[in-house]
């Protein structure tokens, strides 16, 4: 019987798990890949017991970051401002860009301990492709979008500016001429 | 005196290394990296020794087409055609996009033989930088030019997009988007 959990205690699991993940995830972003296990423990609060309960191994924690951060972007795609379909795209493809480069230090280390093959890496894509896809159409049809460049191509784009080596501040302007590219219809 | 050259001997020395470097450009543009020299000796129908006079390793070859490859990059901003200052500048950052799509074989070879800050790739970019800036002055003076981005900024976005891993099919319409972003004056 002592092991039998109450709906009280499975909801304080609940809430040590995400406590302990939304640690991690403020400490990988602060501190890139250089966050010790030991840290995130002293950070949460939270006895070494649960977290390893909840993520055995490092690897498990990593993984848990990035199906986080793919959810959120998932998600900004339904909840993101915007006058326009075409201005909705964009902010919701500057929320795609800050994502990735956010992630690159979880997912360079996450590198070292599974194959680029891995689950959390094939479904990401898919999973952001699919949650911009009505974003996309409704741009189109507002007549907001360029015309004969497809979402891939477009977050493909994204993410190559998002992995120039550079500080924000460099980076924004390069940005901005891309997005405003996407929402010109004449061709250069 | 036998080793002394007559004009007509220097000419024949010039043309033959001419000769050598063409035909390692177009070896090395059609297969990459692949090249041996002794495919580039069978191509040129030079002997070794006229191979190995001009280019001692595969090395000084390498070095000698980036450098030639650069050569034509600026001096393509002299010569480029357009109706305006900014269809110039867009048609030369064509010409830029399939130099670094190009280039990067050799590059990557190269790298196995120098540093990153061996002189070819430190001064490859001044030189181009110094060959674009004249175009991008014009094309801003005709307004044609998207407010708040420099000629640095303008090269990594297109060095990022020419390094996306896909063909130039997929490649042209992310690199239009970009193009029309630049000709764009407001912000998205």
Known sequence: LLTEKTPAKRTDARRNRERVLQVAREAFAEAG???SM???IRRAGVGSATLYRNFPSRRELLEAILVEEVDDVCGAASTVAGDTAGARLTAWLRRFADYVAGKRPVAVELLEHVERT???FETSRDRVLAAGEPLLVAARSSGELSAG?????ILDLIVAIAKIPCDSGY???IL??????????EEP
């Open 33 to 35: 890949a250089e966050v």
């Open 171 to 173: 980076r924004e302007p």
């Open 176 to 185: 901005n001429v891309a997005l405003a590219g996407l929402r010109r219809s």
């Open 118 to 120: 891995d689950p959390v």
């Open 149 to 153: 460049i497809s979402l891939d191509q």
């Open 38 to 40: 030991a840290e995130i």
